[in-house]
């Protein structure tokens, strides 16, 4: 059993990310923001939840209480590019600043940590055909991309430097249970509201590697054991493109099941800020690792409108 820290719990990734390490018998704390009662925290696995800065001082707090932990997934930082776009200085100090204040922190008080850095395929940039590599050269014009690259210099600076052994894992499209932003928040809450019309921004043609939340925390797992590798960046993604009209589309036929009508879908034919036309993984390294995918995209839609309708409806 190790003891482990999760930065950014509190969030959709963290939570599905704590339950999964506490189901596998590690002992996990979390820090970030967000008030989360401790029955709540402990359903997801925490043996204790801190609502707070990711800052020395917290982070000492807690190794007091905790003790030093022996696995870092740092997930805390910006969470999308439409927000980073709209406040680019408060995302600035989540993903920068926080990265740095636990960096410093490891160096100083837990320089036998492992770290798994959280980034994201944003850092890659736009005119990408086909799986991108680990390999291609960073192009960011998001600030969110701009920040997450950033904070990978900070974590490649300390590895050189320091020797601290640091993993760096970027994501493609997270999707899953308890999503309450982007694409598929946006779909159902507009069929919610009017069956009959749907409106969206963007082409549709648009291609992402979606991957399901549970797939992402498997994968951050296996990465993990790769902390402390020359230069070990992976991606985390399935490899397959698949375009945004084909994942309306498929929500649509989750939404309406047996239904012979169908809403109108129009999309605006204006690119959104921040947004690359194809964003998909090599994902060759991941699965060099032992790591392969189980999910199906199909069912895992139909699985959010599931939840969609169950839960996220109810609370506003």
């Known amino acids: 059993m190790a003891r482990i820290l999760v930065t950014g719990a509190h969030g959709f990734i963290g939570r599905y990310l704590a339950r999964y390490l506490a189901e596998n018998g590690h002992a996990v704390v979390g820090l970030g923001h967000g008030i989360w009662p401790s029955l709540h925290a402990e359903r997801w696995g925490l043996t204790l939840w801190h609502n707070g800065e990711i800052d020395g001082l917290n982070l000492r707090l807690i190794q007091r209480q905790s003790g030093t932990p022996e696995i870092v997934y740092h997930l805390g930082g910006g969470s999308s590019v439409g927000v980073a776009i709209a406040n680019p200085r408060e995302d600035f100090h989540r993903t920068v600043n926080s990265t740095a204040e636990l960096l410093e922190w490891l160096r100083l008080e837990a320089p036998d940590c492992r770290l798994v850095a959280i980034s994201s395929a944003a850092v890659y940039g736009a005119n990408h055909k086909g799986p991108i590599t680990e390999t291609t050269v960073k192009n960011p014009f998001s600030p969110y991309g701009h920040h997450k690259s950033i904070m990978e210099s900070l974590c490649q600076s300390y590895c050189d430097t320091y020797g601290l052994r640091v993993t760096i894992a970027r994501l493609f499209s997270v999707y899953g249970k308890g999503l309450r932003k982007q694409l598929l928040w946006d779909i159902c ?5 009017n069956p009959e019309r749907l409106s969206l921004g ?10 399901e939340v549970n797939e992402v925390v498997r994968a951050l797992s296996v990465i993990e054991r790769q902390a402390g590798q020359p230069q070990r960046i992976v991606n985390v993604g399935t490899g397959i493109g698949t375009s945004v009209r084909s994942v309306v589309e498929m929500v649509v036929d989750a939404w309406f099941e047996k239904a012979s009508s169908r809403p109108e879908i129009i999309f605006s034919g204006e690119a959104r800020k921040g947004d690359p036309q194809s964003l998909i993984a090599d994902s060759t390294q991941l699965k060099s690792l032992g790591f392969a995918s189980h999910s199906d995209l199909k069912d895992g839609l139909s699985a959010y409108v ?7 409806g109810t609370v506003r």
């Open 202 to 211: 963007g082409g549709g043609g648009e291609l992402r590697d979606w991957i």
């Open 189 to 193: 809450s507009q069929l919610e509201k």
């Open 306 to 312: 599931d939840w969609f309708r169950s839960e996220a």
